[in-house]
């Protein structure tokens, strides 16, 4: 025999918690704003640092019928009414600028209901300046003097940056400064007053350890999600009085790191908080907002601000940045201002406005979708899919809830007893999103060079003494001078001497200057002409980059328009899926309701057949009813007639008995025995049936009846009222016997007539009373 097979052991199973990345949970913070009016109703109460309490008020336990309820939540810290946007800044948003500017990604959105303060935590008031402002400060503190020139980083549509030398950087500085519209540097802007007082920060913040043998570049771009469309609000649309051109939504796609981003969104160089804080005002303007009924500026869109840090480490010289594109190290910064949930029977939205806030519904919805399925994959180990395609705001945003950064979200309420409802429904999605973890981001190695190359060849302190040595050389070519010392007055050889190698050094000098000048003229003409040949190389050059320019320009036009084509085409795309998808869904209607009606019309044939079968059957038991009674009547009536037939025939038999009869001379009186005798010798019908008793036959069968009252009982009631009839025993030798008179015959043909009622093919037979011997 075989040796049985042994089985492949099972693969242990592998728990989620056993994995060797580390993993964050999501940080929730809390933050009351105060009541607008003091003397309104409070429903929220800061217990400590940590945790709230939400409390019933007033009105709504009158509409539950008195029910009171204290519900506490937790968060990883509560700032009170009292809290300054410094105090959130330091907590919340510093450790994200600091991770920004160390190379990793972070996320920062406030959550909340309409009018509950997300709008004013983040962007801020005059004289003090929320959580974009002071990041934007932060951040340029940081990396202010390790800038690198504009245009060096060169940003792509394909969510990545190019490097380019300071050469060519130069060259498109030129570039964009001879256009009709300079900028303004930077050290020269001059600050809006409109948004002087949101960026004047007066603490001073810096990330520690920069790296200082890098260069940074600053990027941001501001765009936002309406109605499931995002639109870019730092596009310039060209002005058209004649048929305005309407801003054209961006899609979202997937770069070759599984990133997601805006495609086509506009993304600015700044250089300082006072130009990137002006790029965000200025998109900010475009921002949809409206008046409702219970906000006079509320958002009616997600708006998101990204920052993205662009970092290249210096080459080994510490002079220029090192062209490797793979060394590049971009970092991003979102901060989101989410619109607030809102209840249209409060907002009294109508039109636009109930769309509006229907759309910020369902993406707010969405969201929560996802952090339950993210949350119950991780705590129960099942592997659902996420939703995140349902909208744009979770489609953008899933690479940093797969790890790509960190996660931070400011919850925002307003401790009015109108929104006690909505706050309940807040915090409930506070507390599941606290339990869904992050993992945390892997850090990017850069390779490695010499730290502190930057200061390297830097010149510190005065020349090194090469000027010195070359005068100590100038002078050794002069001749010596003789010795000055004048022992006697009378010495007249010593002033001579030396006036004599004065002058011949007076003589080499004037020659070695006639030789500088001469060489300097000869230098002068090389010069010349070197200028000349750079003249001439420049015009060449020149000449051939208008030639490429022209080239690059009609590139660029071709790429615009098929850019535009391709936006053209992708929009005309989502068209016809939205109508196929609307067609589709009709025809899914449709097909239900042919096959409804198909059931309905299966239901009425078979119906119709069993009501046919049933009338069938009813017609054809009817017909043979029918069928038969009128064969019962038609024997009934045949025999009726045969009876009144044989009865005529009786009497016309007596009645030719009669008249046969031999007449007398005279007509005496007989005697009964006599006219017993008369009466016996007629023969007045056909001999009855031999029997003693009366008979009846049909369908086979013979019944007898021993006397008349026994067949008057077989008879139907109605024939009871005839006469009876005297029965006698038949005589013995079987002959047949005779009735006595024409009354008694008579009387058994009415007895057999009514004997029809019995059935058809039964007859009847009465046996007379015989004579007496």
């Given at each position: 025999?075989?040796?049985?097979?042994a089985?492949?052991?099972?693969?242990?199973?592998?728990?989620?918690?056993?994995?060797?990345?580390?993993?964050?949970?999501?940080g929730v913070?809390?933050?009351?704003?105060?009541?607008?009016?003091p003397d309104?109703?409070?429903?929220?109460?800061?217990?400590?640092?940590?945790?709230?309490q939400?409390?019933t008020?007033?009105?709504?336990?009158?509409?539950?019928?008195?029910?009171?309820?204290?519900?506490?939540?937790?968060?990883?810290?509560?700032?009170?009414?009292?809290?300054?946007?410094?105090?959130?800044?330091?907590?919340?948003?510093?450790?994200?600028?600091?991770?920004?500017?160390h190379?990793?990604?972070?996320?920062?959105?406030?959550?909340?209901?309409?009018?509950?303060?997300?709008?004013?935590?983040?962007?801020?008031?005059?004289?003090?300046?929320?959580?974009?402002?002071r990041c934007?400060?932060?951040?340029?503190?940081?990396?202010?003097?390790f800038?690198?020139?504009?245009?060096?980083?060169?940003?792509?549509?394909r969510?990545?940056?190019?490097?380019?030398?300071?050469?060519?950087?130069?060259l498109?500085?030129?570039?964009?400064?001879?256009?009709?519209i300079?900028?303004t540097?930077?050290?020269?802007?001059?600050?809006?007053?409109?948004?002087?007082?949101?960026?004047?920060?007066?603490?001073f913040?810096?990330?520690?350890?920069?790296?200082?043998?890098?260069?940074?570049?600053?990027?941001?771009?501001?765009?936002?999600i309406?109605?499931?469309?995002?639109?870019?609000?730092?596009?310039?649309?060209?002005?058209?009085?004649?048929?305005?051109?309407?801003p054209?939504?961006?899609?979202?796609?997937?770069?070759?790191?599984?990133?997601?981003?805006?495609?086509?969104?506009t993304?600015?160089?700044?250089k300082?908080?006072?130009?990137a804080?002006?790029?965000?005002?200025?998109?900010?303007?475009?921002?949809?907002?409206?008046?409702?009924?219970?906000?006079?500026?509320?958002?009616?869109?997600?708006?998101?601000?990204?920052?993205?840090?662009?970092?290249?480490?210096?080459?080994?010289d510490?002079?220029?940045v090192?062209?490797?594109?793979?060394?590049?190290?971009?970092?991003?910064?979102?901060?989101?201002?989410?619109?607030?949930?809102?209840?249209?029977?409060?907002?009294?939205?109508?039109?636009?406005?109930?769309?509006?806030?229907?759309?910020?519904?369902?993406?707010?919805?969405?969201?929560r979708?996802?952090?339950?399925?993210?949350r119950?994959?991780?705590?129960?180990?099942?592997?659902?899919?996420?939703?995140?395609?349902?909208?744009?705001?979770t489609?953008?945003?899933?690479?940093?809830?797969?790890?790509?950064?960190?996660?931070?979200?400011?919850?925002?309420?307003n401790?009015?007893?109108?929104?006690?409802?909505?706050?309940?429904q807040?915090?409930?999605?506070?507390?599941v999103?606290?339990?869904?973890?992050?993992?945390?981001?892997?850090?990017?190695?850069?390779?490695?060079?010499?730290?502190?190359?930057?200061?390297?060849?830097?010149?510190?302190g005065?020349?090194?003494?090469d000027?010195?040595?070359?005068?100590?050389?100038?002078?050794?070519?002069?001749?010596?001078?003789?010795?000055?010392?004048?022992l006697?007055?009378?010495?007249?050889?010593?002033?001579?001497?030396?006036?004599?190698?004065l002058?011949?050094?007076?003589?080499?000098?004037?020659?070695?200057?006639?030789?500088?000048?001469?060489?300097?003229?000869?230098?002068k003409?090389?010069?010349?002409?070197?200028?000349?040949?750079?003249?001439?190389?420049?015009?060449?050059?020149?000449g051939k980059?208008?030639?490429?320019?022209?080239?690059i320009?009609?590139?660029?036009?071709?790429?615009?328009?098929?850019?535009?084509?391709?936006?053209?085409?992708?929009?005309k795309?989502?068209?016809?899926?939205?109508?196929?998808?609307?067609y589709?869904?009709?025809?899914?209607?449709?097909?239900?309701?042919?096959?409804?009606?198909?059931?309905?019309?299966?239901?009425?044939?078979?119906?119709?057949?069993?009501?046919?079968?049933?009338?069938?059957?009813?017609?054809?038991?009817?017909?043979?009813?029918?069928?038969?009674?009128?064969?019962?009547?038609?024997?009934?009536?045949q025999?009726?007639?045969?009876?009144k037939?044989?009865?005529?025939?009786?009497?016309?038999?007596?009645?030719?008995?009669?008249?046969?009869?031999?007449?007398?001379?005279?007509?005496?009186?007989?005697?009964?025995?006599?006219?017993r005798?008369k009466?016996?010798?007629?023969?007045?019908?056909?001999?009855?049936?031999?029997?003693?008793?009366?008979?009846?036959?049909?369908?086979?069968?013979?019944?007898?009846?021993?006397?008349?009252?026994?067949?008057?009982?077989?008879?139907?009631n109605?024939?009871?009222?005839?006469?009876?009839?005297?029965?006698?025993?038949?005589?013995?030798?079987?002959?047949?016997?005779?009735?006595?008179?024409v009354?008694?015959?008579?009387?058994?043909?009415?007895?057999?007539?009514?004997?029809?009622?019995?059935g058809?093919?039964?007859q009847?037979?009465a046996?007379?009373?015989?004579?007496?011997?």
């Open positions: 025999m075989k040796p049985a097979r089985k492949t052991p099972r693969k242990p199973l592998v728990k989620k918690g056993s994995q060797t990345n580390l993993k964050d949970p999501v913070y809390c933050r009351v704003r105060p009541l607008s009016f309104h109703e409070c429903c929220i109460e800061v217990i400590n640092n940590t945790t709230v939400l409390h008020p007033e009105g709504y336990r009158l509409i539950r019928s008195g029910d009171y309820k204290e519900t506490q939540y937790s968060f990883k810290q509560v700032f009170g009414t009292h809290t300054t946007q410094k105090e959130l800044f330091d907590v919340v948003a510093s450790p994200l600028v600091d991770d920004l500017i190379g990793k990604n972070g996320l920062l959105f406030t959550y909340g209901v309409t009018g509950s303060g997300k709008t004013h935590t983040m962007i801020g008031s005059p004289g003090e300046g929320g959580l974009l402002p934007l400060n932060m951040i340029f503190n940081s990396i202010g003097s800038q690198a020139k504009r245009y060096v980083f060169k940003s792509n549509d969510n990545s940056m190019d490097i380019q030398c300071e050469v060519d950087a130069l498109e500085r030129q570039k964009r400064e001879a256009a009709p300079p900028k540097p930077s050290s020269k802007r001059q600050v809006d007053p409109e948004f002087a007082d949101m960026i004047n920060v007066q603490e913040c810096k990330a520690e350890e920069v790296d200082e043998d890098s260069v940074y570049g600053a990027f941001v771009s501001y765009f936002e309406y109605n499931n469309y995002i639109y870019d609000l730092l596009e310039e649309v060209p002005f058209d009085p004649i048929k305005p051109k309407l054209q939504s961006k899609m979202l796609r997937e770069d070759k790191n599984h990133n997601m981003y805006v495609a086509g969104c993304e600015v160089e700044v300082s908080t006072e130009e804080f002006e790029v965000f005002w200025r998109g900010q303007k475009k921002r949809r907002i409206a008046n409702t009924h219970l906000n006079r500026e509320s958002s009616r869109s997600h708006s998101v601000f990204n920052i993205k840090l662009v970092q290249a480490p210096l080459d080994a510490g002079d220029n090192l062209q490797e594109k793979e060394q590049i190290t971009i970092s991003q910064l979102s901060l989101v201002d989410l619109a607030g949930s809102e209840r249209t029977n409060r907002t009294k939205a109508e039109g636009n406005r109930l769309r509006e806030a229907g759309n910020i519904n369902q993406s707010l919805m969405t969201l979708t996802c952090i339950e399925v993210l119950e994959n991780q705590m129960y180990g099942t592997n659902k899919m996420v939703p995140y395609r349902d909208s744009k705001l489609h953008l945003f899933k690479n940093y809830f797969d790890g790509e950064g960190k996660v931070r979200m400011i919850v925002c309420v401790p009015k007893a109108e929104d006690y409802e909505e706050s309940l807040v915090m409930r999605f506070a507390e999103t606290q339990e869904v973890e992050v993992a945390r981001p892997v850090e990017k190695v850069i390779c490695g060079l010499t730290p502190g190359r930057r200061y390297r060849n830097q010149a510190r005065g020349p090194i003494g000027e010195l040595l070359v005068a100590d050389v100038v002078l050794q070519s002069f001749p010596p001078l003789p010795s000055c010392e004048i006697d007055i009378n010495d007249e050889q010593t002033l001579p001497r030396l006036i004599e190698a002058e011949k050094r007076h003589d080499l000098r004037q020659m070695m200057i006639d030789e500088f000048n001469k060489q300097s003229n000869t230098f003409a090389l010069l010349q002409e070197f200028d000349n040949a750079v003249a001439n190389k420049e015009n060449y050059i020149q980059l208008n030639e490429k320019e022209k080239l320009s009609g590139q660029k036009i071709e790429i615009e328009r098929l850019e535009k084509k391709n936006k053209t085409l992708e929009y795309i989502e068209i016809l899926e939205k109508t196929t998808t609307i589709e869904e009709d025809k899914r209607n449709l097909q239900q309701e042919l096959e409804t009606q198909n059931q309905k019309l299966q239901r009425h044939f078979s119906d119709k057949r069993r009501l046919e079968a049933r009338l069938q059957g009813m017609v054809t038991e009817t017909s043979m009813k029918w069928q038969k009674e009128c064969e019962r009547r038609v024997a009934a009536t025999l009726e007639m045969q009876n037939l044989w009865v005529k025939d009786e009497k016309l038999k007596q009645l030719k008995a009669i008249v046969t009869e031999p007449k007398t001379e005279k007509p005496e009186r007989p005697s009964r025995e006599r006219d005798e009466v016996t010798q007629r023969s007045v019908s056909p001999a009855p049936v031999p029997g003693d008793v009366f008979k009846t036959r049909g369908g086979g069968q013979s019944v007898q009846f021993t006397d008349i009252e026994t067949l008057k009982q077989e008879l139907p109605g024939s009871r009222k005839r006469r009876s009839a005297t029965v006698a025993p038949a005589q013995p030798d079987g002959t047949e016997s005779e009735w006595t008179d009354e008694t015959r008579c009387s058994v043909a009415v007895e057999m007539r009514a004997g029809s009622q019995l058809p093919g039964y009847h037979h046996q007379p009373k015989r004579k007496k011997p």
